[in-house]
């Protein structure tokens, strides 16, 4: 890994480092600064609403390619060397994002999210050069390839109550689905809503040290019996 990193111009490789402001208290008070600015900006008190901050850093030879995908926090995502192109779409036209779509991402399907060609007209594209950044808001589907040269890029992942309610939703639906009921999708009523994501909050984690634990410790604890179960068969 260390050569890739080394020479990530002719490596054709990419480092993902997940969380580096746990193992760095400089990243760490970046972090908070970030935060601060962020909820100046936005004029939304964040730490209220945040379960989860952190960062990461992607580190790409040049023509590197993300497939298109979609991911549940809100990102940030700010170029620090080289160049990026960024493919984004709406999350919010079910034209691009189905239902289905997100539910099954949110029970595991990781590319639940899938490219159709007739999308291209609907998105938007952004250049990434130092000092530029770009906001992914939670759920967006995306891809990214880096330019002619070696990319630096930091990510401000921010997991926050309103979106991880959504997706626990989106998972008791799903079960829901598989029982044979056919339950509405989240944001129609704010009760059922508040309802539904109960079992998965109680059943999560309360110190997730990752977006997956805030999303799916719930999840794979219900399912934990039923492995088991299907382990001893
Ligand atoms: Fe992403």
New binding site residues.
């Given amino acids: 890994m260390a050569a890739a990193f080394l020479d990530l111009e002719s490596s054709n490789s990419w480092v993902k480092l997940n969380n580096v402001a746990d193992l760095d208290a400089d990243y760490a008070a970046l972090l908070d600064e970030c935060v601060d600015e962020i909820s100046n900006l936005s004029g939304r008190d964040l730490r209220r609403h945040l379960t989860l901050a952190q960062f990461t850093v992607f580190c790409s030879s040049p023509g590197s390619v993300?497939p298109y995908?979609i991911?549940h926090e809100t990102n940030f995502l700010c170029q620090i060397a080289g160049e990026k192109e960024v493919c984004l779409w709406d999350p919010r036209d079910r034209g691009i994002l189905s239902e289905r779509e997100i539910e099954r991402f949110y029970t595991g399907e990781i590319n639940a999210a899938r490219y159709r060609e007739d999308l291209e007209p609907k998105a938007r594209r952004f250049d990434l050069r130092p000092g530029l950044g770009v906001h992914q808001p939670p759920n967006a589907p995306?891809w990214v390839r880096t330019g002619a040269s070696a990319s630096i890029t930091v990510s401000v992942n921010l997991s926050h109550k309103d979106i991880d309610r959504r997706a626990h939703v989106y998972q008791v639906n799903h079960l829901l689905r598989k029982a044979g009921l056919s339950p509405r999708p989240p944001g129609q009523s704010a009760w059922v809503d508040g309802v539904k994501s109960l079992p998965m909050s109680w059943l999560g984690t309360s110190k997730p040290r990752s977006a997956d634990d805030v999303v799916f410790s719930g999840l794979e604890r219900l399912r934990a019996p039923w492995y088991w179960l299907r382990g001893v068969k």
């Fill in positions: 993300t995908h991911d995306h």
